[in-house]
């Protein structure tokens, strides 16, 4: 029989090159992206953590993303103003108040004239 060498399609390296007799071997393939084989003495295993997909030299590129927005240009519709204070909101509310109050005396008043015609 004729013996050959299949072309291994990865690459192959040591995982120390300081003591190389406790190194383990390990091959990473080119064709597969995550497939990785690693062994010693006469052990070994294969772990494959990828997406699923061989190499390829024109890889899917997703589209930019849009440019960013300009920040809401400002006008003098739309401006911030300050709080106001306990003082001034307790002040509207009692005005609010006695203008409720107002118009349901001018309701009964006038619900009177009509009564009287």
Not at 25 to 51: H, M, Q, R
Not at 73 to 102: C, F, I, W
Request: hydrophobic content about 30%.
């Amino acid at each position: 029989k004729q013996w050959y060498q299949r072309r291994v399609r990865g690459s192959a390296c040591r995982s120390s090159e300081i003591i190389p007799h406790y190194s383990i071997a390990v091959l990473k393939s080119n064709t597969w992206p995550g497939a990785c084989t690693f062994g010693f003495d006469k052990k070994f295993e294969n772990v494959y953590i990828g997406f699923g997909h061989k190499y390829s030299s024109d890889n899917y590129s997703p589209p930019p993303p849009p440019p960013v927005l300009e920040e809401y240009v400002t006008d003098l519709e739309v401006t911030e103003a300050p709080d106001p204070t306990v003082a001034e909101e307790q002040a509207l509310l009692a005005m609010q108040q006695e203008q409720l109050e107002r118009e349901a005396e001018e309701a009964e008043m006038e619900d009177d004239e009509d009564d009287d015609d």
